[in-house]
C-alpha cells in the first residue's frame, strides 16, 4: 500500500496568482498521476509525472499552466498558474506500483479561486 | 482506449444486495477490469480488479462473462456506510497504464 499526504487541503486563492500542491508518497512509487475533480464529476486525468523528465499531459492541459515537477520517486508538485475562477476544483494525486497495480489517492487539494 | 458506460445512479435500501453493471465493448486483450469507489471529500479507493470470470473478496464481486465486454460490480447486503460513487475503469497498457475515469454510478442506501 502507500500513504499519500497531499498539502494544502484547501486554498481560496486570488484569481492572476498561482499555486503550488505538493504530493507526499511514504514509498518509492513508479507512476504518479494528477487528477482533476469538478463538483459533482468525475476526475479527469491532466498529466503523467515522470520521474526526472517533463510531465506528459493529456488533451486540454498545457505545461505552461500546469507545470508539474518529479524530482524523486516518492515526491511531486502540481502548480496551478494564472489562476481563474474556472480552475476552481479538486486535484487528486494518485500513484500506482505498476501495470494492473491498485492506485492509490490523496485525499485531494480543493481550489477556490476568487 | 477503451471506454465505459454505466448507470448513472442507483437507489437501494439497506440490506440488499447492490448490482453494477458496466459496458466495456473495446477492451483490449491485456486489460483488467477495476472497480474503485468514492466518498464524498475523499479520493477514490479500491475495491476489486478482475480479467475473466469471478473474483471475490471481503467487500464485493466481480463477475466477467467470457466476452469481458462488460462486468457486474456486486455489493452484498449494502448498508448507509456504502453510498458512494463506484467507477468501472479499464486499465490502457498502451497509454502508460493511466487509469481514465468514466462518468460512474452514484449510489445512495436508504434505511
Same mark, same amino acid.
Given at each position: 500500500?502507500?500513504?499519500?499526504?497531499?498539502?494544502?487541503?484547501?486554498?481560496?486563492?486570488?484569481?492572476?496568482?498561482?499555486?503550488?500542491?505538493?504530493?507526499?508518497?511514504?514509498?518509492?512509487?513508479?507512476?504518479?498521476?494528477?487528477?482533476?475533480?469538478? =463538483?459533482?464529476? @468525475?476526475?479527469?486525468?491532466?498529466?503523467?509525472?515522470? /520521474? $526526472?523528465?517533463? +510531465?506528459?499531459?493529456?488533451? #486540454?492541459?498545457?505545461?505552461?499552466?500546469?507545470?508539474?515537477?518529479?524530482?524523486?520517486?516518492?515526491?511531486?508538485?502540481?502548480?496551478?498558474?494564472?489562476?481563474? =475562477?474556472?480552475? @476552481?476544483?479538486?486535484?487528486?494525486?494518485?500513484?500506482? /506500483? $505498476?501495470?494492473? +497495480?491498485?492506485?492509490?489517492? #490523496?485525499?485531494?487539494?480543493?481550489?477556490?479561486?476568487? | 482506449?477503451?471506454?465505459?458506460?454505466?448507470?448513472?445512479?442507483?437507489?437501494?435500501?439497506?440490506?440488499?444486495?447492490?448490482?453494477?453493471?458496466?459496458?466495456?465493448?473495446?477492451?483490449?486483450?491485456?486489460?483488467?477490469?477495476?472497480?474503485?469507489?468514492?466518498?464524498?471529500?475523499?479520493?477514490?479507493?479500491?475495491?476489486?480488479?478482475?480479467?475473466?470470470?469471478?473474483?471475490?473478496?471481503?467487500?464485493?464481486?466481480?463477475?466477467?462473462?467470457?466476452?469481458?465486454?462488460?462486468?457486474?460490480?456486486?455489493?452484498?447486503?449494502?448498508?448507509?456506510?456504502?453510498?458512494?460513487?463506484?467507477?468501472?475503469?479499464?486499465?490502457?497498457?498502451?497509454?502508460?497504464?493511466?487509469?481514465?475515469?468514466?462518468?460512474?454510478?452514484?449510489?445512495?442506501?436508504?434505511?
Amino acid at each position: 500500500s502507500a500513504v499519500i499526504s497531499q498539502k494544502p487541503s484547501r486554498d481560496i486563492c486570488q484569481r492572476g496568482t498561482s499555486l503550488t500542491i505538493q504530493c507526499q508518497v511514504d514509498s518509492q512509487v513508479t507512476m504518479m498521476f494528477w487528477y482533476r475533480q469538478q =463538483p459533482g464529476q @468525475s476526475l479527469t486525468l491532466i498529466a503523467t509525472a515522470n /520521474q $526526472g523528465s517533463e +510531465a506528459t499531459y493529456e488533451s #486540454g492541459f498545457v505545461i505552461d499552466k500546469f507545470p508539474i515537477s518529479r524530482p524523486n520517486l516518492t515526491f511531486s508538485t502540481l502548480t496551478v498558474s494564472n489562476m481563474s =475562477p474556472e480552475d @476552481s476544483s479538486i486535484y487528486l494525486c494518485s500513484v500506482r /506500483q $505498476g501495470e494492473h +497495480a491498485e492506485a492509490f489517492f #490523496g485525499q485531494g487539494t480543493r481550489l477556490t479561486v476568487v | 482506449l477503451a471506454k465505459t458506460t454505466q448507470p448513472i445512479s442507483m437507489d437501494s435500501y439497506e440490506g440488499q444486495e447492490v448490482n453494477i453493471t458496466c459496458s466495456h465493448n473495446n477492451i483490449a486483450t491485456n486489460d483488467y477490469i477495476t472497480w474503485y469507489q468514492q466518498f464524498p471529500s475523499q479520493g477514490p479507493r479500491f475495491i476489486i480488479q478482475g480479467y475473466k470470470t469471478k473474483v471475490t473478496n471481503e467487500v464485493a464481486s466481480l463477475f466477467i462473462p467470457a466476452d469481458r465486454k462488460s462486468s457486474t460490480l456486486s455489493l452484498p447486503r449494502v448498508s448507509l456506510s456504502d453510498t458512494a460513487v463506484y467507477y468501472c475503469l479499464v486499465g490502457d497498457k498502451a497509454a502508460g497504464n493511466k487509469l481514465t475515469f468514466g462518468g460512474g454510478t452514484r449510489v445512495l442506501v436508504k434505511p
